[in-house]
């Protein structure tokens, strides 16, 4: 008898005496933490990758500053070493580069024509700097102090579009990662009130277990493993369809790989915190389910 | 075994359902608990197996005063009452024997010997055949009887069953008022809730009497005489 | 008697025959539906905003194409009226600005100082082009076709990063919809799943109400009038708080705000898009509600 | 009226659980149905009120035939059908004004008309003070009455009730039943499922006794002599 066999596979596998693990319900909580789940591995996820495309523009560029000394002026070999020294002397400097005439030839040429007797032209200098920590202030302090050698030098922070770039970036990363928190506050509402739709569906059965003198720690554990139980298996789920996801994505953004844009690979701190998704899906489920069922089993005499 | 002084309850802000309610019961006694519909018996059995608290009043179970109990205290003096509601409340999702076996795995009964006393007991009042249907395939009187067993099966100190015999036709309803008697001889408390006048002419046992929300005790030398009188 | 008022107010207020519009099971689903929504406006608000960051970057850049005539050679002005008739006649060119000899002076200035004779440097010519489709064939084939003139003209596409980094953008911008795809998917798993747990809870008093003679219509209809609500409110509730989140985010991005990152002001079309949500999620909901409790009828004899 | 032919019912795979029922009910006629707990008389009810198709056999119903009927015209006769079901089944969240107006409220009777009728039948069943109370906060034997008042109501022309009485005293119970039989002179047909011997000999009318899923027809003159030799 069909009856029979499935009072038998209710016993083998661990008992309840609600029926939180026949109903048609549970596939539908579990498909909601793990699509919960991948929303999040996404958002968080993006949220890492954004950090790491501004990390790599700010110091493949943000860095960087290029000192001019147009031609024309009396002496631009002198007023190179002057602005050299100056700029060794400053802390904040942590690499100078000093681009010698043929680069600035070649940089030069296409605008002339390569066979320009480039002896014949006076030459521009430029100094390729690398800051420690580029803020306004200090590009400004350093024009002044440059403009004191020699009014003509300009200070060249590229900063413009890279300030743009950099706080659209940020502004993304920031929606990233609100978004993951939303994400986790609608993944604990929805746990939350489908626990207690469940409790108070079972609301009577709960009391006659509290009337029969089932303890609470008794009753409530019920409730606490099926809710375990869905949080694990959506978390697990929820993490292998983000991962899976996240695996397309990349393959498509990859295509091309190039410096500017880095790829997805995400840092191990990202991987780790991706693998504690259905950890924190689990805890969350089976924490809400008992609070839940504690509280209610409270208001019963 | 159970004494309630000047009990009062009300629901909500209603008028009060019981009022001055005095009575004691002894340990081992059988008694009937009769009155009009609406009269408060299942409001009384309540009070009685601890569902509610009464909003007045001193209640005294298994000798001890209900109030200064902790709720494990509670807990473990509900599982040595065993109830019959009027409404039956099985779980509607676990199979009769399920059901019935619930009281020992709530107090962690070995398996084996569950197998043992439920199959029996469930033989006894006819549904060896109905093992593994759910509740709600079960006729009106089939449910009856799995609650009447659930109630017994742990054996319980008190037995409190409200119009346990609503749903059975005579046959079966004397046969389980036998296996009550049975229970009170081996000295479980039991009450009966019950409009059935045949049947507290037919068993001997005296008989509280709820009207208006007040409670009058008749003692059986009352009915005896109605018995010899009556029909039976 | 509180009883006696409730009875009232619910008698007023469209009658239900089944407890829909009591239970706090209500308030979670608007919640639900909230985040929902809010994570749609998001998402969605995402994918126009970066469409419409690539679309000006596109046109603002991707179209453009720089053909240099490197000074040197011998006959600058000859080979610019050469270049210039090829140009023309192309079709896929909309736009041709030969850049006067002062501007490119203006250009080469800041290399070779401005007190630099400019009269006997010897000036490279600068064609900047506007070209309707700017496709890798056309450039290949426009290089080709100038280089047969002189193979000293270079075409400049700008392209390399750009493409990086329109792919960046294209990548999130699907990414955007996708996830737009999963919320939505999201939302109608949870309805669904919600409507089908307050049919079984409920089940037994649509069963009595299909045996006494209701007609399927009259009872779908109740869960779809309830369904219809939770689905306006919730959608509503999440347009406006998704509004106020895109407000707070905009301001935030749009803080100095500058051409090549255009601020997060949506296009007419994304905003109608927005704010059907709420009758999206309206006819999720109520069609969801019908469509269950009806197969949920049709099983009754 | 109702007409079954070679009836069979089985549910799911178990045995039949009833077994070549064949038997008539005339319009305006008052039957008891009667049988032990489990024998179907619930089960019969079921396919009268169309909660249930056949296994097999002829249903013939206000002189149609259900099987050629459609949704909407099965729908229709339903409303023409009263039903006191043994669980009582009140919608849990309606007050006892909503419960009882129900039917009415299916059919889109005028409002005015609904207050009137359903404040004057809960005077009559003794519920006029719990008019606005939910089902759960009454007593077994109110909820019984309240899904008495809902079957009559809207004066059905077929009355079912399962046990209509199982919860209520004697004297409330005998009103009930005269309810009934005022009902039944005005034209209704009427079939009581009960196992109360007092009731059905009280009240003079043919019964149907399940036995082991078969039918059979007991005519009023064999009671009436019981009635004669016997208590009441
Ligand atoms: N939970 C409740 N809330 C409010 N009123 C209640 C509640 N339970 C019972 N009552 C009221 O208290 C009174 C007594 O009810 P009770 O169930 O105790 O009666 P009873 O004697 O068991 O009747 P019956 O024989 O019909 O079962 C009734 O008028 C009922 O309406
Ligand atoms: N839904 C169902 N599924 C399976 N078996 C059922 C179902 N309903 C009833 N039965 C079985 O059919 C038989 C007859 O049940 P039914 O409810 O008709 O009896 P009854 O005569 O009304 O009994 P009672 O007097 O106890 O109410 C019983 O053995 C019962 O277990
Ligand atoms: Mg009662
Ligand atoms: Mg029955």
Redesign the interface.
């Known amino acids: 008898?069909?009856?029979?066999v499935q009072?038998f596979t209710q016993k083998a596998g661990g008992?309840y005496?609600?029926?939180l693990n026949?109903?048609?319900?549970g596939r539908?909580?579990i498909?909601?933490i793990t699509?919960?789940t991948?929303?999040a591995v996404?958002a968080i996820s993006?949220s890492f990758a954004l950090s790491g495309?501004a990390a790599k523009w700010s110091t493949g560029l943000e860095n960087k500053l290029t000192i001019?000394i147009?031609?024309?002026?009396t002496d631009v070999s002198a007023l190179k070493v002057e602005v050299k020294k100056k700029l060794d002397s400053i802390d904040n400097i942590s690499k100078i580069d000093v681009m010698s005439d043929d680069a600035?030839a070649a940089?030069?040429?296409?605008?002339?024509?390569?066979?320009?007797a480039l002896e014949e032209?006076?030459m521009?200098a430029l100094i390729a700097v690398e800051t420690k920590e580029n803020t306004r202030a200090f590009i400004d302090k350093l024009q002044k102090d440059l403009s004191e050698i020699n009014s003509a030098i300009?200070v060249d922070a590229h900063e413009?579009?890279l300030?743009?770039?950099l706080?659209?970036i940020g502004?993304?990363k920031?929606?990233a990662m609100?978004?993951s928190l939303?994400?986790a506050?609608?993944a604990i509402?929805?746990i939350?009130?489908?626990i207690?739709?469940r409790m108070?569906?079972h609301r009577?059965?709960v009391e006659?277990?509290h009337?029969?003198?089932?303890?609470?720690a008794?009753i409530a554990g019920q409730f606490q493993r099926y809710a375990l139980r869905l949080g694990l298996l959506g978390g697990a789920f929820g993490l292998f369809a983000g991962a899976l996801?996240l695996a397309i994505?990349s393959v498509?953004?990859n295509?091309?790989d190039?410096d500017?844009?880095p790829s997805l690979r995400l840092s191990g701190l990202a991987i780790f915190v991706l693998f504690c998704l259905p950890f924190v899906s689990c805890a969350l489920c089976s924490t809400t389910a008992k609070i839940t069922v504690l509280r209610s089993l409270a208001r019963m005499? | 075994m159970i004494r309630f002084e000047n009990i009062g309850l009300r629901y909500g802000v209603g008028d009060e359902v019981l009022r001055d309610i005095n009575f004691k019961l002894e340990r081992g006694s059988f008694n009937f608990l009769t009155g009009p519909s609406g009269a408060g018996k299942t409001s009384l059995m309540r009070l009685m197996y601890l569902g509610r608290t009464p909003t007045r009043g001193l209640i005294t179970m298994f000798g001890k005063n209900i109030n200064g109990m902790t709720r494990s205290e509670i807990g473990m003096m509900r599982q040595k009452i065993g109830v019959v509601f009027q409404e039956f409340r099985l779980l509607p999702h676990l199979s009769v024997f399920d059901n019935v076996a619930l009281p020992l795995r709530i107090t962690e009964t070995p398996e084996k010997e569950i197998q043992n006393n439920v199959n029996e007991l469930l033989d006894w009042v006819g549904l060896g055949d109905h093992k593994d249907q759910l509740p709600e395939t079960l006729s009106g009187g089939q449910q009856q009887r799995v609650a009447i067993a659930r109630a017994v099966i742990a054996r319980p100190k008190l037995l409190l069953a409200d119009e346990p015999t609503g749903n059975l036709d005579d046959t079966i309803g004397v046969r389980l008022m036998n296996l009550l008697e049975q229970l009170n001889r081996m000295g479980t408390t039991i009450v009966v809730a019950t409009h059935n006048q045949g049947m507290m002419n037919q068993f001997g046992h005296p008989r509280l009497i709820l009207e208006q929300g007040q409670l009058h005790v008749q003692e059986p030398q009352t009915w005896i005489r109605d018995k010899i009188e009556g029909v039976y």
């Open positions: 008898m069909a009856k029979s009072s008992r005496d609600l029926p026949r109903s048609g319900n539908f909580i498909l909601l699509m919960m991948f929303l996404l993006a495309v001019e147009p031609a024309g002026e600035i940089l030069v040429a296409p605008w002339l024509g390569a066979d320009f032209v006076p521009p300009i413009e579009w300030e743009d770039f706080r659209m502004a993304l920031f929606g609100f978004v939303v994400i506050a609608t509402v929805a939350t009130g489908i207690r739709a108070s569906e009577p059965d006659l277990l009337l029969m003198g089932a303890s609470d008794y996801g994505f498509g953004i295509a091309g190039s500017l844009f005499p």
